[in-house]
């Protein structure tokens, strides 16, 4: 084991271009998402660090080609003639600089990773893209403001996406706050997915079954709750989605409204880092929606510098 | 030569003959000689059967699975008849309808936790024995690779059902992995097939559970049990004989038989 003979390097050492070849990789599939220019500018990156790539890994190869003498297999005397025939076939010329089996096998390998990549690129992006393209949700119809009474929660549980069928039911407690200072209809709508880890956030109070309703696909649920608890981690939040104890690392997401022939239409999903105030006076601080349990604010933020809300729009 | 009975003669021509046939034009049966008759060390004791154990368990998950790929269909789509998701469905009709449903379906749900512990007990064994040193370091590491490969099994494998356990634990599991620096949101939402669970996640998830990870796993440990083969069992800690020592190679055959007697060609 301590044969110096095994101490000694036998390749060249560590090359920085295969680091700039995968960030021109990652910048061109991120360019498929953001913009054509990023990925035009990836696939640059990719190419010329590529090739630098190549051109370092097989420099040793291609220097020792010109030392190789094939021909070296005759007897002594007829080598050295031999050997002064190339000499002099060496002053007349110089040696090409690629044997033929050289240019055979390199020019296999190539044509084999360029099929490679024409085959695997298009499957690599089918397999990641379609997850992060084409996600916009339609808009929730939850009926008549009128069914909303004031101050009070309402368990509406909706179909995000009709087309997808109830896998794309979701749930979310309203409230209407009554109209705000400036006379317009104000309206708090937590998401009921915990921030911790996305389970079923459950309103902590009576749910008034009898006056429950059941309209196009909408059902809602008067609850008398003041909090909300999650049933997996115990994670605890106040009436405005602020986490109280538990697990959570941030406020209850959100849900923007907009009001169309007095009918309360559900918009995008949003962060919240956290909310002052109540109700319709409520300070709420808004991010890009992100997976349960990232930080939308403070130093852990920093750990979280894109996510896809971001760039999918 | 010795003059052969009529019996031996026979059993030439009926068995041999053929296995020389085909040994001669694919190397199978030197192939096998080598991996099956192979020098072990004298102080080996059932610890060292829990690879072959997980290995078991492993082939008892494919085979199960493959079946239960027969009657299962992934899809989050409503039944009209049943009112229940199609997959959910078919997992209450395997269960409960289907002839030895039952028992195919237990078999690859509590053969999945075997599997896993069985991948442990054998991991223990290899770290209290030292097994995994010199030269079986790659052993190792293709070893912690097929734990990995075979928790993922486990992950994808538990959304299947479709039930409440099923979508909250995978809902759970996806927002843990949403929850690492940097690429985390992106691998959740890769995950789930956008920012939710949704009809897509299903079929994803089965096709990972039984083409992706099931065609690494076996390729893992093809190159697992090949190094095993090449390198030996090691000895155990307490054991005279020297670990590590290195096999002799098999000798080629002194005739043209290559005849699976024990013996003949590994030592």
């Given at each position: 084991l301590s044969d110096p003979g095994h101490d000694t390097p036998h390749v060249s050492g560590p090359s920085l271009w295969p680091i700039g070849f995968a960030i021109g990789v990652a910048c061109l599939l991120l360019g498929l998402v953001i913009s054509w220019i990023v990925a035009v500018i990836g696939a640059v990156f990719a190419i010329v660090f590529g090739f630098l790539w190549a051109r370092g890994v097989t420099r040793d190869v291609r220097e020792d080609v010109p030392e190789i003498?094939?021909?070296?297999?005759?007897a002594a005397e007829e080598a050295q003639a031999a050997q002064a025939a190339a000499d002099a076939a060496k002053a007349r010329e110089p040696l090409p600089a690629y044997s033929r089996s050289h240019f055979l096998s390199a020019s296999t390998l190539g044509l084999g990773a360029a099929i490679g990549a024409i085959v695997t690129l298009p499957v690599l992006g089918f397999t990641v893209l379609p997850s992060f393209t084409n996600i916009e949700e339609d808009e929730a119809d939850l009926g008549p403001i009128d069914n909303f009474p004031e101050g009070e929660y309402v368990i509406a549980s909706f179909l995000a996406n009709p087309k997808q069928g109830e896998v794309s039911r979701r749930t979310a407690f309203v409230r209407n706050n009554g109209p705000a200072d400036n006379g317009e209809p104000s309206f708090t709508i937590l998401y009921s997915r915990c921030v911790h880890l996305g389970c079923p956030v459950q309103p902590n109070g009576p749910i008034d079954e009898e006056n429950r309703k059941e309209i196009d696909g909408v059902e809602l649920r008067p609850v008398l709750a003041q909090s909300f608890g999650c049933p997996c981690h115990g994670g605890l939040y106040d009436s405005e989605g602020n986490?109280?104890?538990?697990?959570?690392?941030?406020s209850l997401d959100r849900l923007t409204f907009s009001i169309k022939d007095r009918r309360l239409i559900l918009g995008e999903l949003y962060a919240v880092g956290n909310v002052s105030g109540?109700?319709?006076?409520a300070q709420i601080a808004r991010y890009p929606w992100s997976v349960?349990?990232?930080?939308?604010?403070?130093?852990?933020?920093w750990l979280y510098p894109i996510v896809p809300s971001q760039v999918t729009g | 030569m010795a003059v052969k009975s009529k019996r031996q003669q026979m059993v030439d021509m009926a068995v041999l003959a053929p296995l020389d046939w085909v040994d001669e034009r694919t190397g199978a049966v030197r192939g096998t000689k080598w991996f099956l008759f192979r020098n072990v060390p004298?102080?080996?004791?059932?610890?060292?059967t829990l690879g072959s154990a997980a290995l078991t368990a492993f082939i008892v998950q494919a085979l199960t699975g493959a079946i239960l790929a027969m009657y299962y269909e992934p899809s989050a789509a409503i039944n009209p008849v049943t009112g229940e998701p199609i997959a959910y469905s078919t997992i209450v009709a395997i269960t409960d309808e289907l002839t030895l449903g039952w028992l195919v379906r237990g078999m690859h749900r509590w053969g999945a936790s075997v599997f896993i512990i069985l991948i442990f007990l054998h991991m223990g064994r290899v770290f209290l024995f030292g097994a995994y040193k010199y030269p079986r370091e790659l052993t190792w590491i293709t070893g912690v690779l097929i734990l990995a490969t075979g928790m993922l099994m486990g992950f994808t494998g538990y959304l299947l059902p479709w039930d409440q356990t099923a979508y909250w634990a995978s809902a759970v599991g996806i927002n843990l992995n949403g929850t690492a620096p940097f690429a985390g949101p992106w691998l959740a939402q890769f995950l789930a097939g956008g920012p939710e669970i949704g009809p897509e996640t299903l079929p994803k998830f089965y096709a990972m559970h039984m083409l992706l990870i099931p065609g690494a796993l076996i390729a893992l440990i093809g190159v697992h049990i090949y190094l095993v083969t090449r390198l030996g069992v090691s000895s155990p800690p307490w054991s005279s004989e020297a670990a590590g020592r290195e096999r002799p190679p098999v000798k080629p055959p002194s005739s043209t038989r290559a005849g699976l007697v024990r013996g003949s060609g590994g030592d």
């Open positions: 003498e094939p021909e070296a297999r005759a986490r109280r104890a538990g697990p959570p690392v941030r109540t109700g319709a006076n349960p349990g990232t930080h939308v604010d403070g130093v852990e933020a | 004298r102080d080996t004791s059932w610890m060292q």
